[in-house]
């Protein structure tokens, strides 16, 4: 009986993940708006108090580490770089909101960041789980967060 009842509310949170991640999928054209406030269907979660703690160092190192890969990537300085976003969010899945084509993910709950740095006016989006260095993430191939913190956390 206790797996039974454990399945199904398994497949019942798989399928309120899923049309979740399927709302917040409002373009064919390119990936959520990210600077502006999260899409309807992503929940907020609340942010902490503004006061840093050993996990908010990690976060700042986190994000240098992405402005870093940015300015190689495109050969310039770090300085030219800014933070539009940086914040602490839950994926759908495996893929950290950024599925690799021909790959399988598994359907889960990862708690990760959400990261968007501006260069001369475009975007570029930093995806990773939490504790792990952000990985790049075309446009192409961006998902939205299941859940999204209220505030930034940088």
Same mark, same amino acid.
């Given at each position: 009986?206790? +797996?039974? #009842?454990?399945?199904?509310?398994?497949?019942?949170?798989?399928? #309120? /993940?899923?049309?979740?991640?399927?709302?917040?999928?409002?373009?064919?054209?390119? =990936?959520? $708006?990210?600077?502006? *406030?999260?899409? *309807?269907?992503?929940?907020?979660?609340? !942010? !902490? &108090?503004?006061? #840093?703690?050993? $996990? %908010?160092?990690?976060? @700042? *190192?986190?994000?240098?580490?992405?402005? @870093? &890969?940015?300015? @190689?990537? *495109?050969?310039?300085?770090?300085? $030219? /770089?800014?933070?539009? +976003?940086?914040?602490?969010?839950?994926?759908?899945?495996?893929?950290?909101?950024?599925?690799?084509? %021909?790959?399988?993910?598994?359907?889960?709950?990862?708690?990760?960041?959400?990261?968007?740095? @501006?260069?001369? !006016? %475009?975007?570029?989006?930093?995806? !990773?789980?939490?504790?792990? &260095?952000?990985?790049?993430? =075309?446009? &192409? +191939? /961006? $998902?939205?967060? /299941?859940?999204?913190?209220?505030? %930034?956390?940088?």
């Amino acid at each position: 009986m206790k +797996r039974v #009842l454990k399945k199904g509310v398994q497949l019942g949170l798989y399928s #309120l /993940i899923l049309a979740g991640a399927a709302c917040g999928q409002n373009s064919q054209d390119g =990936p959520p $708006e990210a600077a502006s *406030e999260p899409a *309807e269907s992503v929940v907020a979660v609340s !942010g !902490g &108090d503004s006061h #840093l703690t050993d $996990e %908010d160092k990690s976060i @700042t *190192e986190l994000v240098s580490g992405a402005i @870093t &890969d940015l300015a @190689t990537r *495109e050969g310039v300085t770090e300085a $030219e /770089i800014s933070v539009n +976003r940086a914040s602490l969010v839950t994926w759908g899945s495996s893929a950290s909101g950024c599925p690799q084509p %021909d790959m399988s993910y598994t359907q889960e709950l990862v708690p990760g960041m959400w990261v968007v740095l @501006t260069l001369e !006016g %475009d975007n570029y989006y930093y995806h !990773g789980r939490l504790g792990a &260095d952000l990985f790049y993430c =075309p446009k &192409d +191939r /961006i $998902e939205a967060p /299941i859940k999204a913190s209220k505030d %930034d956390v940088m």
